[in-house]
């Protein structure tokens, strides 16, 4: 478990690992935005990036006092990539439910700037959504979208930051994922809010396996990752067992012609277990048996190889 910390005008997340840099407040040259870090003395009264956050986390307290830790680091994680551009930019909530994280990420979305376009999507329409909403007085372009989760009719390539709210319990967490990549732009930032939901912290996990996470507790976390980084593009079940025939083709070779080469050998182990665990995650027993048996094949093959070499 980590927390969140305010050290040397830096907001930090610490845990077993060490601390970690979310948001310098110091490094003014990073801020082409328009929220100053600093109040300039003299000048008229502005609200400050840090006020901004404190502000954010202060409306979650009254919200869901649960979930304190979790709204304070994807505000700053948001702020970090807010204050980069001095432009207007495309935000998508995946799963806003009834607004508890909408209506803080539109206040921190509007302060820094109005003309942003921040997408909300549910499955269905959400009146308590809106309640929430109107109470905010400054917003960015706002809009709600009711659609089914895996097949949202928006734009693709266009979304800057997609923020996947894991509140929401997808049944289909691949669908949403590939989604979501359709949508986002090529050098986009994917975050991931995880909330008791392990299937969809796995599935992302399968697509970035550079990402970086922020543990809040064993069940709640945030998982980032940009999407150029995405690593798993598998299109849908009939490509996953096509490129998993390959590897038990590959595999069968191995065996036949007695493949000599134990980091080839090693290597395709690896990309068995792999599949296995993607396999799983589909569903498919009945293929994640084959993988196991060949990769235990050539584990046996490999280990017999190996006590054969020092004979």
């Known amino acids: ?25 110091g490094d003014l040259l990073s801020n082409k935005s328009r929220i100053p870090m600093h109040r300039i003395p003299g000048e008229n009264p502005q609200q400050i990036l840090p006020e901004l956050i404190v502000a954010s986390m202060n409306k979650i307290r009254q919200e869901d006092g649960t979930k304190v830790l979790s709204a304070a680091l994807i505000a700053t994680l948001l702020a970090d990539r807010l204050i980069r551009s001095s ?28 003309d942003s376009i921040f997408v909300c999507a549910y499955d269905t329409m959400e009146l308590e959504w809106m309640e929430r909403i109107s109470r905010i007085e400054k917003l960015p372009k706002l809009s709600y979208i009711a659609g089914d989760f895996g097949h949202l009719q928006l734009r693709r390539d266009y979304f800057d930051i997609v923020v996947i709210n894991g509140s929401v319990h997808y049944t289909e967490p691949l669908e949403v994922l590939k989604n979501v990549l359709d949508l986002v732009t090529e050098d986009g930032t994917i975050l991931c809010y995880i909330d008791h939901s392990p299937l969809l912290e796995s599935t992302f996990k399968l697509f970035f396996e550079k990402r970086e996470e922020y543990e809040i507790s064993p069940q709640e976390k945030i998982l980032l990752a940009k999407s150029e980084d995405r690593c798993w593009e598998i299109k ?63 584990i046996i093959y490999r280990l017999k190889m190996s006590v054969h070499e020092k004979e």
């Not at 478990?1 to 610490?14: I, P, Q, R, S, T």
């Not at 083709?249 to 068995?272: F, G, P, R, V, Y």
């Not at 027993?285 to 235990?296: A, F, G, P, W």
Request: net charge neutral; glycine share 6%; proline share 1%.
């Open 87 to 114: 432009q207007p930019i495309h935000i998508l909530e995946y799963g806003c439910m009834q607004g508890i994280l909408s209506s803080q990420l539109a206040e921190l979305i509007g302060a820094f700037n109005e």
């Open 236 to 298: 849908g079940k009939k490509d996953f067992i096509a490129y998993v025939q390959h590897h038990l083709d590959m595999a069968e070779k191995m065996l036949l012609c007695k493949e000599k080469d134990q980091t080839k050998i090693a290597s395709l182990i690896e990309d068995l277990r792999k599949d296995a665990k993607n396999a799983a995650q589909q569903g498919l027993v009945t293929l994640k048996k084959r993988i196991l048996e060949q990769k235990e094949q050539l």
């Open 1 to 25: 478990m980590g927390d969140f910390l305010w050290e040397n005008n830096k907001f930090v997340y610490a845990d077993q690992h060490g601390k970690k840099i979310l948001l310098d407040c």
